[in-house]
């Protein structure tokens, strides 16, 4: 702590902006779109509201009646996607990007008849909602996601130089400590990275520009930093040297690994190998680098992008058996009804018996909550009744509705 002490005069705004940055993503969970619709075509969601006017010219009124009941139906159902105090903090982007192009999703609307309403006018208009298209909308603008935050990204790429014997790591060694090499590697690649994901609207932690590790932080605040502070952590190597193809030629590797902080889980792998000959040099190892690193951070940066996207950050997969004898088109909409769920990122078919079903589901809440959030999931003229839920799997029996109703 004395180290930090004496480093913290010439490094305060650095300490501070690490600090800052530090902030892990908060989960929101959302409500779900019900549907008990079949498994081919759009997934319809009917709403009905009723919406009046004080215009007295009964053509005016109607189109005006129209954008009220498009426009009410576009809230009401973006709230019941993505949750009260989602829908209140985001409500300013909500009404310029998904209002404005509520046509997509809701594009069919049967209005009533006028009905004089003081000096004006009412009407009540049936309307049709895609699910699809408005998660899809909600995705391109960031709401579909768990987090209000864009995370912050913390590398953690240690730089290989066989050829010397040297091997640096920003948060194991001193930034004066490295080579030549080792330095312009690592500040090529922090630099791509950094580029590459702002582009995507990620801000990436840069210890190696604020030189983090010439602050003494000790291991413990190292550990803080890794597991609490950065929502995604990006791990590898860059290796100069001797080949593992040809040990008389030198061979420049560059393998990432973008994971989720919280449970180690992967959202993206590059790896690029190239042979650059026995006669190659520092200096041509650095150019190569300068040419390969802008495509290797751009796809590391693409696929972190995609599984940001589908909302599964902070999530973890669980089994979900559907106990009962289910025939093909049953398994068809069992499947389909369950991606509707919200809380449910992605559904994969795992396995099928004569007596079960049995999925993988991506979600960011445990089984226990989902049970109890999802009591009742329809399925055509069936649904599935919550049995029991167990630290990695979630159970549901496969019923007919009859004359009970749904708690969804």
Known sequence: MRNLNRSFGRYGLQVLFVLLGLSFCAANSGAEISTGAAATGPKWVEKNVQVETDEKNPNVARKILLEKATEKVALDITKEVIGEAKYSRNLPLIQSHIVKAASQFVPVAKPGDLQPN?????????????????????LENGLFYESDFTPFVLPMISIQDRRHQTQWSWWKDNLRDATPFNLRAAQELETQLHNSLWKTNFLMQRPILYRWGDLALGPEYMAWT???????????????GNGSLRADANELTVHLIAQQSKNNRAMGEVSRSYDLGTASTDEMA?????????????????????????????????????????????????????RRVHDFKMVRERLI???????????????DELLRKHPKISVGGHHLRALKATDKELRYEWQDKGGSGDSE
């Open 226 to 240: 890794r597991w609490g502070g950065a929502a995604i952590v990006v791990e590898g190597e860059v290796v100069w």
């Open 118 to 138: 003081g000096e004006g006018f009412k009407m009540s208009v049936a309307m049709k909602v895609n699910p699809d298209e408005l998660q899809r909308l909600l």
């Open 353 to 367: 018996s004569a007596s079960e079903v049995a999925f993988e589901i991506d979600t960011s809440l445990p089984p």
């Open 286 to 338: 650095q150019t190569k680098l300068k040419e390969i690193l802008p495509v290797v951070a751009a796809d590391l940066g693409q696929q972190i992008l995609d599984a940001w996207q589908k909302g599964s950050l902070g999530s973890e997969l669980y089994r979900l058996v559907i106990e009962g004898t289910l025939r093909p088109t049953e398994m068809e909409q069992a499947k389909e009804s369950l």
